[in-house]
């Protein structure tokens, strides 16, 4: 994918963003997201598993690390691992086996805690805000 810098205005953008990005997912990505706590995350894996077809409700998964979603086009395999402990704690949770899988699509929140596991082929999205440019504001990095 190219590189691609956007900006929007309110959750309602960040998350039609997220949508178009996985509107055009084939099967087998690895989307990694970061960002600040509080910067939009999980409106972002809301929009992206919309465009996915999923329509259950969607939140992050702090606590559990990963939720699959399986009622869209494709899988979703939602990591969040904020409160990871190490990269090995990954293969408890059947990441290798997921991750990179033809019939679903993964999406990595705090993904720079596990970097050495990633594959080389995944998608960074960096989400960033800017409170001089407004309470909604975001910058979105696609690399």
């Excluded at 979603?69 to 949770?93: C, Q, T």
Aim: overall charge negative; charged content about 30%; glycine content about 12%.
């Amino acid at each position: 994918m190219d590189k691609l810098e956007i900006e929007t205005h309110s959750p309602a953008e960040t998350a039609a963003f997220a949508k178009s990005l996985a509107e055009k997912a084939e099967g087998g990505e690895v989307y990694c997201l970061d960002g600040d706590l509080g910067v939009g995350k999980t409106v972002f894996a809301q929009g992206f598993g919309s465009g996915l077809g999923i329509t259950e409700p969607m939140a992050s998964p702090t606590f559990t690390i990963l939720k699959e979603y399986h009622a869209g086009r494709l899988a979703l395999y939602h990591f969040d691992v904020y409160r990871i402990g190490s990269e090995d704690e990954m293969e408890e949770i059947g990441f290798y086996d997921l991750v990179g899988n033809p019939e679903g699509v993964s999406l990595i929140e705090w993904s720079k805690l596990i970097e050495g596991i990633l594959p080389k082929d995944a998608v960074h999205v960096t989400i960033e805000k800017d409170p001089e440019k407004g309470f909604d504001y975001r910058r979105i990095r696609v690399m």
